[in-house]
């Protein structure tokens, strides 16, 4: 592996643990909190997926939630210097 | 789970003489009465006789709780600290954050590198209230009651915008002032708004909040409107 490839690597876990933090943090059901991601020549896509039950924990009320979950993802995508799009799935 | 039985006259009568006997109070105690009935001696009816179960409710474990709870809200400053640390390092935000309280408020207070200062406040504080929103929710959810609020401020940023917002309320009252016709600002959030109305109320001005949604915005109106 090439030390390039190794940061971005890293870079993708630091999205996946961030968005897996916040979101194991607000859900009744953390064990339930799944994040899949896939990376393309754009930048990262993070789909997260939990509980039923849960799913207004993560967006909140208006999409408040799911809003500053993606700005924060978006402070961590510009230090990166990469693109990063996250997708709450039902 | 032990289980105790009283008799005596009354229900009542039972579940004091089960309070003095087992040294516990009726909230700590779960009590079923069993059979009220009446008391014979030789055929002849005397009085009434209640018969009581006491078990003791597990106190233990919600006393413990109770005690955990007030813990964590004691540290509820922790947990809002402990978070936001957890944040910056997962966004690779480095910096130093000072944590200070009052009656109502968490304060914590970042440096961060210079580099990062834009970024971490974001256009408008945007960034700086979603890491403060999402802060706040991680700490309703642990503490599970009702908090302080967590404010998360970056070199007094939002001391300064206040400032700035007080600035741009006593410019826009000249302006009203000196034309006698109404000012509107541009969209602002609801803690911005709050402090023009009453910057504007301070000098006599009425103020109105025109709009819905994120498009809502003051409008400052000379003191003779009606």
């Not at chain 1, 020549?41 to 849960?54: P, R, T």
């Not at chain 2, 106190?59 to 709780?65: D, P, V």
Request: glycine share 6%; aromatic share 6%.
């Amino acid at each position: 592996m090439t030390p390039i490839e190794s940061i971005g690597q890293k870079d993708v876990f630091m999205f996946k643990d961030l968005i897996e933090y916040m979101a194991k943090s607000l859900v009744n059901n953390p064990d339930e909190v799944r994040i899949e991601e896939t990376e393309d020549a754009k930048g990262s896509i993070l789909e997260l997926h939990v509980a039923q039950e849960d799913l207004g924990k993560v967006i909140g009320k208006n999409g408040r939630t799911a809003k500053s979950m993606r700005a924060i993802l978006s402070a961590a995508s510009t230090r990166a210097g990469k693109q990063s799009l996250l997708k709450i799935v039902e | 789970m032990s289980e105790y039985f009283f008799q005596d006259k009354t229900s009542e009568k039972a579940i004091e003489k089960a309070e003095k006997e087992l040294g516990l109070n009726k909230e700590s105690l779960h009590i079923e009465v069993l059979e009220e009935k009446d008391k014979s001696l030789l055929g002849m009816k005397w009085g009434k006789i209640c018969s009581i179960k006491v078990t003791i409710k597990p106190q233990s474990t919600g006393e413990a709780s109770l005690e955990e709870r007030v813990t964590k809200v004691e540290n509820t400053a922790g947990i809002a600290e402990e978070s936001l640390k957890k944040l910056l390092k997962l966004t690779d935000i480095q910096g130093d954050i000072e944590l200070s309280e009052t009656n109502d408020e968490i304060i914590l207070n970042t440096n961060v590198n210079d580099d990062v200062e834009a970024l971490f406040i974001g256009r408008r504080g945007k960034n700086l209230d979603a890491f403060q929103y999402i802060v706040n929710k991680i700490v309703e959810k642990k503490v599970n009651c009702k908090t302080k609020r967590v404010i998360i401020d970056c070199e007094n940023y939002r001391a300064r915008r206040i400032g700035r917002i007080e600035g741009m309320a006593h410019k826009a009252i000249m302006t009203v002032k000196e034309s006698g016709e109404y000012y509107t600002f541009a969209p602002m959030k609801a803690d911005e708004r709050r402090i023009i109305h009453m910057t504007a109320k301070k000098e006599g001005f009425p103020t109105e909040s025109q709009g819905e949604g994120i498009e809502k915005k003051v409008v400052i109106f000379p003191p003779n409107h009606i």
